[in-house]
């Protein structure tokens, strides 16, 4: 997934593994899983993952439909 070219990089908004897995009601490694799985866009700062809030809007948008 790539990031909006329309958005300017300070308007987005960065959300850590741990907030994506609350959001998500998921643990962290499922988070973690659909990172390294390339299921789930998301930037490494040093030895953490931040995850754009509208990949994680985009990926449950994308699961609903498919699911349902």
């Known amino acids: 997934m ?3 070219t329309s958005n300017k990089l300070s308007e987005i908004k960065f959300l850590t593994v741990a907030e ?3 959001v998500m009601r998921v643990s962290r ?3 973690y899983r659909l990172v390294h799985a ?3 866009a998301s930037v490494r700062v040093g ?3 931040r995850v754009p809030e ?3 809007h985009t990926y449950l948008r ?3 439909t ?3």
């Open 2 to 4: 790539t990031a909006p």
């Open 38 to 40: 390339n299921e789930l």
């Open 54 to 56: 509208h990949a994680v």
């Open 29 to 31: 490694m499922t988070v």
């Open 66 to 68: 498919e699911a349902g």
């Open 20 to 22: 994506v897995a609350a």
């Open 47 to 49: 030895r953490s993952f």
């Open 62 to 64: 994308g699961a609903f």
